[in-house]
């Protein structure tokens, strides 16, 4: 069965430092990864998303993931992070049979200024 | 290009009673997903439509039903309403179609309140 694991419930980094958000994935054949954000009180916004090629994938606000295949990893990375950033995100991973989506638990990002 | 729009935002029902949510995809999309979210259990899966059928299922009881309109609009239904029942819920439409691989785009929920 597909799934996605974010075994962080919440983390905390200083404004301007590096951000690393956690999720891996387990499922058969080639998987489909995303990225979403959530402000409070909004619907999830879409930040990137790993379909084939190259394993470091750029996305909005200056997010970008790698993708890892041995280590069956999907993180979300920002080089300088910004109080702006502090929200909630979801990993997901797509269904490349059934198109079904799958989501992490999310984690909870703030950024302290 | 219009987003996926949710309605009601806000509502407010008793135990017992139920409830009619509706979604409008975005012009073109086909596939509309429903997610419930709570605190506690995080974004839960409720079904997906696709061209007016239902292609994919979570795990809710039967109290949870949907459908789509030949438009793409979709609803759902949540009969004889539970405390529990008490979430945001969040509609999402794609392309899903072949060998698309879109992103789903989702509304900014509905956030119902049980009493």
């Known amino acids: 069965a597909q799934s996605v694991a974010q075994p962080e419930d919440q983390v905390n980094v200083a404004e301007g430092n590096p951000l690393t958000v956690k999720c891996t994935y387990s499922?058969?054949?080639?998987?489909?990864l995303f990225w979403y954000v959530q402000y409070p009180n909004r619907g999830l916004q879409f930040l990137l998303k790993?379909?084939?090629?190259?394993?470091l994938v750029k996305g909005s606000y200056g997010f970008e993931a790698e993708f890892n295949k041995s280590q069956t990893s999907f993180h979300l990375k920002k080089p300088s992070a910004l109080v702006s950033d502090s929200a909630l995100y979801f990993c997901?991973?797509?269904?490349?049979?059934?198109?079904?989506?799958?989501f992490g638990t999310g984690t909870r990002l703030k950024v302290l200024a | 290009k219009a987003g996926v729009t949710q309605t009601p935002r806000y509502l407010i029902k008793t135990r017992g009673q139920q409830v009619t949510l509706s979604c409008s995809p975005i012009?073109?999309?086909?596939?509309v997903s429903w997610y419930q979210q709570t605190p506690g259990q995080g974004l839960q899966f409720l079904f997906e439509?696709?061209?007016?059928?239902?292609?994919n299922k979570g795990n809710f009881p039967g109290r949870f039903s949907g459908r789509q309109f030949s438009n793409s609009r979709s609803e759902m239904n949540v009969s004889t309403l539970e405390l529990g029942d008490s979430a945001l819920y969040l509609c999402?439409?794609?392309?899903?179609?072949?060998?698309?691989?879109?992103?789903?785009?989702f509304g900014e929920g509905s956030r119902l309140t049980v009493l």
């Open positions: 999402a439409s794609s392309l899903a179609t072949g060998t698309n691989t879109g992103e789903l785009f």
């Open positions: 499922v058969s054949g080639n998987p489909y």
């Open positions: 790993y379909i084939t090629g190259d394993n």
């Open positions: 997901a991973v797509r269904d490349s049979g059934t198109y079904k989506y799958i």
């Open positions: 012009s073109g999309h086909r596939s």
């Open positions: 439509y696709f061209s007016e059928t239902q292609r």
